[in-house]
């Protein structure tokens, strides 16, 4: 059964770069999307952007200019990085594994499958 | 970006009523569209993916219909693991979007 755990630091400052990573366990990180999203508090999900183990990443034009993700298939983990952050980036950060969980003459119908538990990050001085 | 719009915001709701949570997009999206629940403090859960199939584990009482732009998520008999919130969200396209979410209440 794959598992998805976040780790980085709760605590980042204003106009430094927020870095998330996610460890996957039970699977391997090749072969599927892998999904950041994250919720601030009260409000609904962002998707932050998605990177294969091969290929372009897709960022959320939002937040495009700030993003970057990365693979590291000897670690079976996949990174976040949010650069100039503030503190409308303080939010609940969620990773998740997205499948083609269904077929249909070749069109995939992907979907969020498995998610971490969420990591809290918290941008203040 | 293909904006998703659900409704009602909120509802309150009996245990055993049906509950029927409507999702539009503001694009035709076929049948790409799923649905998670998500509880206080924990990360959301698949319920349904490709507009009406039910993931694997998820009790039947949980149904998807629709194609194009509308939607619906129907629970047949609300139970009390059923009081959470619950997103919609369009797999046609990148980015991914999200509706802003029905929060299930009990009456």
């Known amino acids: 059964q794959v598992q998805l755990q976040e780790s980085g630091p709760g605590l980042v400052k204003p106009s430094e770069t927020l870095s998330l990573t996610c460890t996957v366990s039970?699977?391997?990180?090749?072969?599927?999307?892998w999904n950041w999203i994250r919720e601030p508090a009260g409000k609904g999900l962002e998707w932050i952007g998605r990177i294969y183990t091969s290929g372009s990443p897709n960022y959320n034009p939002s937040l495009k200019s700030r993003v970057t993700m990365s693979v590291d298939t000897s670690k079976n983990q996949f990174s976040l990085k949010l650069s100039s952050v503030t503190a409308a980036d303080t939010a609940v950060y969620y990773c998740?594994?997205?499948?083609?969980?269904?077929?249909?003459?070749?069109?995939?119908?992907?979907?969020?499958?498995?998610w971490g538990q969420g990591t809290t990050v918290t941008v203040s001085s | 970006d293909i904006q998703m719009t659900q409704s009602p915001s909120s509802l309150s709701a009996s245990v055993g009523d049906r509950v029927t949570i409507t999702c539009r997009a503001s694009?035709?999206?076929?049948?790409?569209l799923n649905w998670y629940q998500q509880k206080p403090g924990k990360a959301p859960k698949l319920l349904i993916y490709a507009a009406s199939s039910l993931q694997s584990g998820v009790p039947p009482r949980f149904s998807g219909r629709g194609s194009g732009t509308d939607f619906t998520l129907t629970i047949s008999s609300l139970q009390p693991e059923d009081f959470a919130t619950y997103y919609c969200q369009q797999s046609d396209s990148t980015p991914r979007t999200f509706g802003q979410g029905t929060k299930v209440e009990i009456k």
């Open positions: 039970g699977g391997s990180v090749s072969a599927y999307y």
């Open positions: 694009q035709s999206i076929s049948s790409y």
């Open positions: 998740a594994r997205e499948v083609a969980a269904a077929v249909v003459s070749y069109s995939y119908y992907y979907a969020m499958d498995v």
